[in-house]
């Protein structure tokens, strides 16, 4: 059964500074990986879709990579700014389209 | 991206009562609606994946008679939590599938459901 991980669970850093949010999964045998935002109280809102035949996606200041065969993918967002603040989820998705839900890895971004 | 909107966006009920959330895809057609819930900093937990015209799939552990699902359209699926009691007091998250397979999932709003 695919398990998901999110190291940290929760990160404190001041604007500015780059964020790195891991994601580890213990199945290889994934169709895509994705990056989720979540604010509290709020639905999930997609950030970055990364196919298992991808090593990379990038949008603006967000970069996520993926290893499979490591079982591994990081997100990372330069220059962090307040309104970073939220949770990131990480997510799998296996060949039958269902997605396996890291816990979320919770994010504060101080002025 | 495609827009799935979920009514109510929060709902108080006491303990005993029905109630029905609403998910809706609004500019696409969904084949395939899932259903999630999430507990206070935990993982999103899928209950079940409903595809149009026939009856849900639910994950294990899901009791199909508590959590009724109906996916009558291509653009509406409920859920109804029957005889609420307060351990149901749950965030409840619908998200639709853009065509057949492995097409893109997009997630609605959440619905709070609070069981008094």
């Known amino acids: 059964k695919q398990e998901v991980t999110q190291i940290p669970a929760a990160l404190s850093v001041p604007e500015g500074e780059n964020l790195v949010l891991n994601c580890s999964f213990t199945?290889?045998?994934?169709?895509?990986l994705q990056w989720f935002r979540q604010d509290p109280g709020k639905g999930l809102t997609s950030l970055l879709l990364i196919q298992s035949s991808q090593r990379e996606q990038t949008s603006g200041r967000l970069n996520a990579s993926l290893d499979k065969s490591s079982g591994r993918s990081t997100l990372y967002i330069a220059a962090s700014q307040p309104g970073d603040s939220a949770t990131y989820l990480c997510?799998?998705?296996?060949?039958?389209?269902?997605?396996?839900f890291g816990a979320g890895t919770q994010v504060v971004v101080t002025p | 991206g495609a827009v799935v909107s979920q009514h109510p966006s929060r709902v108080i009920c006491k303990s005993g009562t029905s109630v029905k959330i609403e998910c809706r895809s609004l500019?696409?057609?969904?084949?395939?609606m899932f259903w999630y819930r999430q507990f206070p900093k935990k993982s999103l937990m899928l209950m079940a994946t409903s595809n149009e015209g026939s009856k849900a799939t639910y994950e294990q552990g899901v009791e199909k008679d508590k959590f009724l699902i109906n996916h009558a359209s291509l653009t509406l699926s409920t859920l109804t939590v029957t005889s609420a009691h307060p351990e149901d007091s749950s965030f409840y998250i619908c998200?639709?599938?853009?065509?057949?397979?492995?097409?893109?999932?997009?997630f609605g709003p959440g619905t709070r459901l609070t069981v008094t």
């Open positions: 199945d290889s045998a994934i169709y895509n």
């Open positions: 500019d696409f057609q969904a084949t395939t």
């Open positions: 998200s639709a599938r853009d065509g057949a397979g492995v097409g893109e999932q997009y």
């Open positions: 997510a799998v998705r296996d060949s039958w389209g269902k997605l396996q």
